[in-house]
């Protein structure tokens, strides 16, 4: 398995922008699919970006499509996710994760490893 260590979470005003970072180390980072999810409390984990083993295939969840954007730089083991025109309903805490397989997955129980997440908290 991969280890995930996530940062760049905060508190942010409406509109806002912020940019998470994940950072893998242990096996090789550019044999895995990435993924980022999000939990607010009392809700269901939400699938919100996912990026490629080379960076070449994305997918969104349709709450964030057009406002963030996930990408991933192998030579440092680090996957991104632009946050921009923030809103509070995006307040929760983001998770990344890593699956071996070669398809992007979209659903939480799919992906192998877990980072231990960071809070997002955007104000109105």
């Known amino acids: 398995q991969v280890q995930l260590v996530e940062s760049g979470g905060g508190l942010v005003q409406a509109g806002g922008s912020l940019r998470l970072s994940c950072a893998a180390s242990?096996?090789?980072?550019?044999?895995?699919?990435m993924g980022w999810f999000r939990q607010a409390p009392g809700k269901e984990r939400e699938f919100v970006a996912a990026i490629s083993r080379s960076g070449g295939t994305t997918k969104y969840g349709d709450s964030v499509k057009g406002r963030f954007t996930i990408s991933r730089d192998n030579a440092k083991n680090t996957v991104y996710l632009q946050m921009n025109s923030l809103k509070p309903e995006d307040t929760a805490v983001y998770y990344c994760?890593?699956?071996?397989?070669?398809?992007?997955?979209?659903?939480?129980?799919?992906?192998?490893?877990w980072g231990q997440g960071t809070q997002v908290t955007v104000s109105s």
């Open positions: 242990g096996r090789t980072f550019s044999s895995y699919a």
């Open positions: 994760a890593a699956d071996s397989r070669l398809i992007v997955q979209v659903k939480w129980n799919e992906y192998d490893s």
